[in-house]
């Protein structure tokens, strides 16, 4: 057997393999990330009731809601608040990070309170559905549910797509230029024909979109190949120690350092050892890098403790500042989420079809 012939039989296989044993959690992977490139608009238009409030005088301080949060929660890793940048209409979210003890718990949790009556208007833990379908989606995609296990998880399944997608790419080498010029037909004979053409055509048309999406994921997960992480999830957190610097008026400081600053997230503290900070983009700046600046303040003394530009950042991290925007794609208008849509479907099309050329091979 020649050495070209060997290869080919070899991708092959790795592919087969690959495919087979993924394909599943691909397919739900997949279709979770596709609900979630809509997963604010969708939100909101199921839970409306719950998201929409009705301005009525000034709103609460950020620091009195996050004292509120933290009583209520008296056990929390942190607190990020999610949408500063919204409308007076939108109720305030809140990003609960929690810590359990468990690694089979993936420990989020999400509460939403209306900033002008301190009403907390919906609550709960990512992993069941109290507060509401879109936040369990969100998990799932992360983690599969499964807590950490699931997370490592995840992130595997990123690694097998890359190499799914270069062994295919060395399958249909012949095919590829084809297939991009339109030179490649269908053939609507019967379901082996149609599911290898399919198979084929999606492949060639979805490999650049593949390595981004799949390559960012892994990456923006990596740390779950950590052992530190692992042993530090054993570990409940403890009591709160919250900020002895009033929010607000950190808040005004870190604008004032960076007075172009579009606010994206901000983070409250809720440990020892961990700063408040403000992150987002700069104004007229790209939306590629939508948390590519940022504004940390001791929650001790309420001094700056940095200023991170990311016009300062070495050529590594800027192309890593622009992950997260390119895996969820929300650096574009509607036209690029729908985009991201098909794309999020694709990998589960490409898992059938694999599925049935291989029962086909087997048969």
Request: glycine letters at 8%; aromatic letters at 12%; a positive charge.
């Amino acid at each position: 057997m020649n050495k070209k012939k060997y290869m080919g039989r070899l991708a092959f296989a790795v592919h087969s393999w690959l495919g087979l044993i993924s394909g599943i959690f691909l397919l739900l992977i997949g279709l979770s990330g596709s609900a979630l490139v809509f997963l604010k608009e969708i939100d909101h238009a199921i839970n409306a009731e719950l998201l929409q409030v009705k301005p009525t005088g000034n709103k609460l301080s950020i620091d009195a809601l996050y004292r509120k949060i933290g009583k209520e929660h008296p056990h929390l890793a942190g607190i990020a608040w999610l949408n500063p940048d919204d409308a007076k209409t939108e109720a305030y979210e809140f990003r609960l990070y929690q810590n359990d003890g468990k690694i089979s718990t993936y420990d989020l949790g999400l509460i939403s309170i209306n900033p002008y009556s301190g009403e907390v208007l919906r609550q709960g833990n990512l992993k069941d559905l109290n507060s509401g379908i879109m936040p369990w989606i969100t998990q799932f995609h992360w983690s599969l549910q499964l807590g950490i296990p699931g997370l490592l998880m995840a992130t595997v399944f990123g690694i097998t797509m890359l190499l799914s997608t270069i062994t295919g790419l060395i399958i249909y080498r012949k095919q590829v230029w084809k297939v991009l010029t339109f030179r490649a037909r269908l053939k609507w004979n019967n379901w082996r024909t149609i599911s290898s053409g399919l198979h084929r055509v999606v492949g060639v048309w979805a490999l650049l979109f593949n390595v981004v999406i799949f390559f960012t994921g892994f990456w923006m997960n990596k740390f779950s190949f950590d052992p530190a992480y692992w042993k530090k999830q054993t570990t409940t957190a403890p009591a709160n120690t919250l900020s002895s610097q009033n929010i607000d008026h950190m808040l005004g400081a870190a604008k004032k350092e960076l007075p172009n600053l579009v606010l994206k997230r901000v983070y409250l503290p809720t440990q020892p050892g961990k700063n408040f900070q403000v992150s987002g983009t700069l104004k007229d700046q790209s939306v590629f890098f939508n948390n590519g600046n940022s504004v940390s303040i001791d929650p001790s003394t309420g001094k700056i403790a940095a200023v991170d530009l990311f016009a300062d950042k070495g050529f590594c991290e800027k192309v890593e500042a622009t992950f997260f925007p390119l895996h969820v794609g929300n650096f574009g208008g509607t036209p690029v989420k729908i985009l991201y849509v098909i794309i999020g479907l694709l990998p589960g099309l490409l898992s059938i079809t694999g599925a049935l050329l291989w029962w086909r091979k087997r048969r």
